[in-house]
């Protein structure tokens, strides 16, 4: 099995900044891509920003320029640094990975999902 943690939502104000990570941990044999996720309200889920393991990266139109994902060296972290937050980008934020386990299966995880509210 394979497990995705999310950490690091919660509130902030208009302008302020956040940092999100997920771990992946469990049965692991290799990570093609890991990204994140966001639902508002009312709203489908939808892509944030999202890093292959050949490090190529893109970007919802609306959060370029003030997202930035990152990974570890051990590509089992990834990190989504939010900066000038806005009212707009509050939402649960779910970690994903495209992951071969172990057993020779190749899946799509999903984390439990983190709440970042945008308010003043």
């Known amino acids: 099995q394979v497990q995705l943690v999310e950490s690091g939502g919660g509130l902030v104000q208009p302008g302020g900044s956040l940092r999100l990570s997920c771990t992946a941990s469990?049965?692991?044999?290799?990570?093609?891509?890991m990204g994140w996720y966001r639902q508002a309200p009312g709203k489908q889920r939808e892509l944030v920003a999202r890093?292959?393991?050949?490090?190529?990266?893109n970007y919802a139109n609306s959060v370029k320029g003030r997202f930035t994902i990152s990974r570890d060296n051990a590509w089992n972290t990834v990190d989504l640094q939010m900066n000038s937050l806005k009212p707009e980008d509050a939402a649960v934020y779910y970690c994903?990975?495209?992951?071969?386990?172990?057993?020779?299966?190749?899946?799509?995880?999903w984390g439990q999902g983190t709440q970042v509210t945008v308010s003043s």
């Open positions: 469990g049965s692991i044999f290799s990570i093609y891509a």
């Open positions: 890093v292959t393991n050949d490090g190529s990266t």
């Open positions: 994903a990975g495209t992951i071969a386990t172990m057993g020779g299966s190749l899946n799509d995880y």
